[in-house]
T-cell receptor, first 117, second 110 residues
């Protein structure tokens, strides 16, 4: 069964450094998402992306965050200048039809654990 | 702000017992999804409920969506050790984002 794949599985970075988290969504999916889960807390929505543009973002997704689909297969999340509080598990998800709005399931990757020291 | 509260937060039972996990909100959701998450992995969808009062069954798991579409429950019959995991409910409220509960960590002891 097709899967969403994320790399790396674990990223350690120093505060202030830029990180890029990479995702390969399922190939025929059109809607892409990033969620994050701080240890012991809820899974939180960051951003949704469709037709090469952001369709919705949360208040967490400030100017330090950006997303890109550079080549039609990869979907990346960039954090420009990481802070300690950015340490979390970051999940990429994709859906063939509008996820939440269309009541469609999201297919999640296994996440990238980001540790900011 | 839409919030989903799950209870209990932790549940440890013996194999063969039945259990119910609850997901409650003061907000109305257009649908509720239940996911299961294993350590080190992403959430995996179990079921989506859309209609108020809807009941869906998945083998020994029964999911119900409240009539007012504000709450949902997951009932497991004759739990097995393989049911151990973190169960998450997530609500769709008319925007692109899913609102997740904090989860119920279920441990089924042999």
């Amino acid at each position: 069964e097709p899967e969403v794949t994320q790399t790396p599985s674990h990223q350690v970075t120093q505060m202030g450094q830029e990180v890029i988290l990479r995702c390969v969504p399922i190939s025929n999916h059109l809607y892409f998402y990033w969620y994050r889960q701080i240890l012991g807390q809820k899974v939180e929505f960051l951003v949704s992306f469709y037709n090469n543009e952001i369709s919705e973002k949360s208040e967490i997704f400030d100017d330090q965050f950006s997303v890109e689909r550079p080549d039609g297969s990869n979907f990346t999340l960039k954090i420009r200048s990481t802070k300690l509080e950015d340490s979390a598990m970051y999940f990429c998800a994709s859906s063939p039809t509008p996820g939440a709005m269309g009541n469609s399931p999201l297919h999640f990757g296994n996440g990238t654990r980001l540790t900011v020291t | 702000t839409q919030l989903l509260e799950q209870s209990p937060q932790f549940l440890s039972i013996q194999e063969g017992e039945n259990l119910t996990v609850y997901c409650n909100s003061s907000s109305v959701f257009s649908s509720l999804q239940w996911y299961r998450q294993e350590p080190g992995e992403g959430p995996v969808l179990l079921v989506t409920v859309v209609t108020g009062g809807e009941v869906k069954k998945l083998k020994r798991l029964t999911f119900q969506f409240g009539d007012a579409r504000k709450d949902s429950s997951l009932h497991i019959t004759a739990a097995q050790p393989g049911d151990t995991g973190l169960y998450l409910c997530a609500g769709a409220g008319g925007s692109e984002k899913l609102v997740f509960g904090k989860g119920t960590k279920l441990t089924v002891n042999p």
